[in-house]
T-cell receptor
Framework: KAGVTQTPRYLIKTRGQQVTLSCSPI?????VSWYQQTPGQGLQFLFE???????NKGNFPGRFSGRQFSNSRSEMNVSTLELGDSALYLC???????????FGQGTRLTVV | EDQVTQSPEALRLQEGESSSLNCSYT??????LFWYRQDPGKGPEFLFT???AGEEKEKERLKATLTKKESFLHITAPKPEDSATYLC?????????????FGKGTMLLVSP
């Protein structure tokens, strides 16, 4: 059974650029969540989608956005990149409410 | 606001030296408490889900317990391969579909 797949694994971008990250959940999982992980702040919730609808949003600026497609695949976009956006971005998928979330390997974004 | 606090931040053990990691939480209503293990550069790996006070789960050298205010991850006779960061997260009732609030983790190092 394939796990959560995130692409690309690594990205280097310049300040001011924008970036799109992709996540393919485990087959059958309709819930996808995104998290940002940094050494200082740990794992922080970005947003969550279920059946193409955003169900919850974390405390991040509007430069961070996401969407989910009908096949449950999800993308997140960060516009006007800042140095502080450098982080490991993790995607997780769940089968049901209250069920465990399975994480992908993450996308390591470096903003220079 | 949901909060999760993990202690200690770091723990160094000798192989075979048992210990416990603590996770204190504050939520309006607990849907589930999750333990994950994370190796450097990788996504979190699911370990356990606990749903109600008094519940316990075991897997190899790990045992997780839950009370109304905290959870413990007991590590019995650890081996060097147990070295990792252990993350605790809560899912609160009313916090979206499957949103997780994470603690900052306990970094465990087991020396041979």
């Amino acid at each position: 059974k394939a796990g959560v797949t995130q692409t690309p694994r690594y990205l280097i971008k310049t300040r001011g650029q924008q970036v799109t990250l992709s996540c393919s959940p485990i087959s059958g999982h309709r819930s996808v969540s995104w998290y940002q992980q940094t050494p200082g702040q740990g794992l922080q919730f970005l947003f969550e989608y279920f059946s193409e609808t955003q169900r919850n949003k974390g405390n991040f600026p509007g430069r961070f956005s996401g969407r989910q497609f009908s096949n449950s695949r999800s993308e997140m976009n960060v516009s006007t990149l800042e140095l502080g956006d450098s982080a490991l971005y993790l995607c997780a998928s769940s089968l049901a409410q209250g069920a465990e979330a399975f994480f992908g390997q993450g996308t390591r974004l470096t903003v220079v | 606001e949901d909060q999760v606090t993990q202690s200690p931040e770091a723990l160094r053990l000798q192989e075979g030296e048992s210990s416990s990691l603590n996770c204190s939480y504050t939520v309006s209503g607990l849907r589930g408490l999750f333990w994950y293990r994370q190796d450097p550069g990788k996504g979190p790996e699911f370990l356990f889900t606990l749903y109600s006070a008094g519940e316990e789960k075991e897997k190899e050298r790990l045992k997780a317990t839950l009370t109304k205010k905290e959870s413990f991850l007991h590590i019995t006779a650890p081996k060097p391969e147990d070295s990792a960061t252990y993350l605790c997260a809560v899912q609160a009732v009313g916090s979206g579909y499957s949103t997780l609030t994470f603690g900052k983790g306990t970094m465990l190092l087991v020396s041979p």
